[in-house]
């Protein structure tokens, strides 16, 4: 037996939106693992002391900063070190692109990702896909590009993270179906007496898991498990019968695989979303770390029930707009991000938003078959059709 393990060269790693959750989480593996991960790229929207502060410590190539007005400020503060300041959305799709990078992380929030993604694939590289808008939006297109581009997607979303696990070994092996865990999130039981007067406040504190506000949003409405939906028929290629979902409050089984014979597989962990960030940057090894381990002790019981679909209708909305298909789950997303954003500065009460997304879907023209200019159409007319009904609306 062989037991010298070959020493694997470091993995340069592109981050689109470094300084939000997942970003600064992903940063945290890379400094725990110096000699695998170099970080490349780093961009972050607006937030420029803290892609400042990361340039200096990860020392990457470039770092790009998309607010076009802070672009003066960060360059002279990093004027001392060799790195390239770019800004601007547009160099995005520039940097996703550069040869100099193993990987793209796209860890940005919202469809803005569908354009660097697209750059990174059309450049070769392996995406570790965080954004799950972006196969919400065209998944039949982004996957078979990848295809074509011979590159991998790797998930980062826990569930799809935990399916991809489940399947290693299995590629021969059909699926019957795949069951999504949910949390239920902060209103789990809840009735909409209950939400017609709920506040961002209660909305933004989740139970288990520490996210980005939008997701936190999503994950209060079960859009977020829509959205995940959508995300895994594209992800293993599933028809929209394949995929169930069950409310697992606990959040310690991640997702489940069942095979043609019945067999269920199940990832399980304490729920830290640098696990399925560190195995898809370094997929298919894993990497020792020191996370918190599960402990069967703390919970003597696991329990399961069925997501309330009447209650919060977004679930629904979005196994709706995957079945009509075509540029409908795109309608559904942009919608949901403006009322997302809307709910977050109290202009639109937390039941409502369903409204709102339900009644895009009614009016935006549908495509079956869209080509990439007809989903940036479409994400375009569905935000300002969103965005005039929620400026109608009573808080
Ligand atoms: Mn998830």
Known sequence: ???????????????????????????????????????????????????????????????????????????????????????????????????????????????VGLKPTIAAIKAGKNIALANKETLVVAGEYITNLAKTHQVKILPVDSEHSAIFQCLVGEEQNEIEKIYLTASGGPFLGKDKNFLSSVKKEQALKHPN????AKITIDSASLMNKGLEVIEAKWLFNLAVDQIDIIVHPQSIIHSIVQFTDGSMKAQMGVPDMKLPIQYALNYPDRLKNNFKRFNFLDYPNFSFQKADTETFKN???AFKSLRKGGNMPCI??????????????????????????????????????????DYLETDKHSRILAGELVTKSKV
């Open 209 to 212: 898991w520490v996210m980005g």
């Open 1 to 111: 037996m062989n037991n010298t393990k070959i020493k694997q060269s470091v993995k340069l790693i592109t981050i689109l939106g470094s300084t939000g959750s997942i970003g600064t989480q992903a940063l945290e593996v890379i400094r725990d693992n110096p000699s695998i991960f170099k970080v490349s790229v780093l961009s972050a929207l607006k937030n420029s002391e803290l892609l400042i502060q990361q340039a200096r410590e990860f020392k990457p190539e470039t770092v790009v900063i998309c607010d076009e007005s802070q672009y003066s400020y960060v360059k002279d503060s990093l004027s001392d070190l060799k790195i390239n300041v770019l800004a601007g959305e547009a160099a995005l799709s520039e940097v996703a692109a550069y040869p100099q990078s193993d990987i793209v992380l796209t860890a940005l929030m919202g469809s």
């Open 315 to 317: 679930l629904d909305l």
């Open 332 to 373: 559904l997303n942009a919608a949901n991000e403006i009322v997302v954003e809307a709910f977050l500065k109290d202009k639109i009460g937390f039941l409502r938003m369903s409204e709102v997304i339900e009644q895009c879907m009614e009016e935006i023209g549908f495509i079956e078959k869209p080509q990439l200019a």
